[in-house]
């Protein structure tokens, strides 16, 4: 990969890989790719929150093994212990970035309850079994005038990191919670008040740098998306760079009218670049972010416009949800959820990516029975993508965000999500949709359910960190 | 409000509670009483109704009713109702108290009057 420019100011802080030590993760990410195992399951958070299932949410468990004779089906769900949460993303105890910590093992998943604030710790030492092992109630988090917790990442030393979008009253600042690896709260990662708001993150120890992006405060954003109050200038369009070491902010970039509501951040996975992207959700564009003489910059690389449709008044924004980078640098990939298309970016040249293929199940103009005329409809777009550490597969789920599905595609509360899947050529560039794989949240127990963020046990494209 | 201690049923006497009726739009109505110190919510979760909820804190609206009649009191600012909402009769479940016998309409589909897709 190209990373020339860089490769520099990756000097600093630079701390040695202890081969000698048994961590959990790999090596790097080349050795994630040649020895990592094919996914078997899926995590995906699931909920009831938002529909009339008067249930818990639940984590469930998902057979992507073609060789099962439960192939796309939920094998086991874990009932979170109180109704309400929102679950949403979640993250584990240990990646990539700690293999130089003996005895820690990639274990524990943190899932955050979005609207409840409540942490739950799930051990996945039986993969297809996880159970519930302990929960940290929102007063504990109350306490340090926090909620809404979001994105969980691990971080080096064998601690975990979780952004937090509002205050302890959902207004702003948001901030960071630090948890020990023992899941206790160990404080707040930053001093109060460096940010108004907070959404994703994600850290490159090589550079001392932590990226984190905006969304709302949760009083905004919670209740569903209105536009006036992006023209009261209550949602996000900024980017803010960290030093990681001393969790102080460094540097704030505006994204400006064509960086409305950055969503989720993503460096390149190989430790010594300093490249990333962000979606702007709402202005439907890809910024590429990077560093130069210790000074971080970002442009736009991507244009989503926005298309007519018949039924809107005005035209539909693409609204990028989620992105990723496989795992060796190569493709972007990202989701416009409400025009329903998934797409593939060449990104070998991190500046300049080069659309490789794209293609379309669900949203306002995809198929609304892409896998088959006889299988459910899909009621909502692509939405939170995973791909498989060999990069061959990509996996997706529908649901945004309660309220806000309610507002955009009010059949998926009564329908429930899907799970779908794309077969990826990396050495070609395409994908190709796989007609056999549909994994139907419709079918749940208590009543249709949502499916959001998709994890496997042994890391992931979207939270693997190498030092 | 000043604490005390007890539950909120042993606390308050019968003068002290109202009568909350609950209405589903599709159909089906329950009854419940309220003490003065218990919201809506919690007056239903102890008479084993399940209503819609998500940080009873006042902050995420998914606790959305709407006040057909009677007076409630929320317990703290409704961070999650914009004004005209409020005007509009719209509570949130989880921070509003009954102070005189209510009827409410209650259920996901009220919360859905508060978002409407923007673009359309
Ligand atoms: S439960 Fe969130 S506002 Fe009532």
Redesign the interface.
Known sequence: MSDTESSESGAHEHHEHHHDVEGPGYATPQAAIEEAERETVAYVPSLY????V?APDFLSVVDVNPDSDTYTEVIDRVEMPN????LHHFGWNACSSSCHVEGLERRHLVVPGQ???RLHIIDTKDRENPEIVKVIE?EEVYEYDL?APHTVHCIPDGEILISML?N????LPGGFLELNDDFEIEGRWDPPGEIEMNYDFWYQPRHNVMVSSEWAA??TY??????EDVEAGKYGHKLHFWDWERGQLQQTVDLGEEGMIPLEVRFLHSPEAAHGYVGAALSSNIFHFYEREKEWFAEKVIDIEPREHE????P?PGLITDLLVSMDDRYLFFSNWLHGDVRMYDVSDPSNPRLADQLWAGGLYGPRHPTGEDDRPVVAGPQMLQLSIDGERLYWTTSLF??WD???Y?EE?EKGSVMLKADVNPRKGTMTLDEDFLVDFGEMPNGPARAHEIRWPDGDCTSDVWQ | MTERDGTAAERDGDGDRHRVELRWRGGGTETVRAAAAESVLEAAERADI?L???????????C?GRLLSGKIEHEREP???KTDSLADGYVLLCIARPKTDCRIEV??DV??D???????
């Open positions: 929150v938002g529909t009339d008067d109704k309400g949460d929102e609207r409840s604030s929102p909620s509002g302890e009253d959902g207004d949760p009083k919670y209740p569903g998306f209105d536009l039924d809107w008044d005005m539909v309660s309220t309610n507002q955009f009010p509360g | 399940g819609p909820f998500g940080c009873r804190t006042g902050a995420c609206a998914t959305t961070r999650a109702l259920g996901t919360h859905s508060l978002v409407t897709n923007p673009w359309k």
